[in-house]
């Protein structure tokens, strides 16, 4: 995948796109099918630990582990590691933006690994100036 742009989509993306009955699915599932074909889509630990527990919280055990290994086994989705020193940089990040750490460390990733995020979370997002935002509305 040389030469394709590289976007970390957010858990809440994946959880609508994967959940009908939520009123995001149609514009989850429609910009994932658009990005996939400009961009490889990245997740990190956080990311996929936050998809499984809300899918699991929503639907049941077996199935929210099934999709969520969809997710990470996808030709369209690559995996990014979270080095100390993102971790490092992303309590920082959390303690001056007031924004919880798990946000934090997704938004660390994307500006350390210089890619946009695609995310429905503005509100906390926007909180990080240098942080460049794909919103799903």
Do not use: C, W
């Not at 599932?29 to 997740?43: D, N, P, R, S």
């Not at 956080?46 to 077996?62: P, V």
């Not at 030709?75 to 590691?81: A, C, M, N, W």
């Not at 001056?96 to 210089?114: K, V």
Request: glycine share 0%; no cysteine; charged share 30%.
């Amino acid at each position: 995948m040389d030469n394709i742009k590289k976007i970390l989509v957010d858990s809440n993306i994946f959880i609508f796109a994967n959940i009908k009955e939520y009123p995001e699915y149609p514009a989850a599932k429609a910009k994932i099918k658009e990005l996939i074909k400009t961009h490889e889509l990245l997740v990190n630990t956080i990311i996929i630990s936050e998809i499984q527990y809300k899918l699991y919280r929503l639907l049941d055990q077996e199935e929210s582990h099934n999709r969520t290994l969809k997710i990470l086994n996808s030709k369209h989705v690559g995996y990014e590691s979270i080095t100390k020193s993102t971790i490092s940089k992303a309590l920082e990040l959390s303690l001056y933006s007031n924004t919880r750490i798990n946000d934090a460390i997704i938004a660390q990733n994307a500006i350390d690994l210089d890619v946009e995020v695609f995310t429905d979370n503005i509100k906390d997002f926007r909180k990080i100036s240098n942080l460049k935002i794909i919103p799903l509305r």
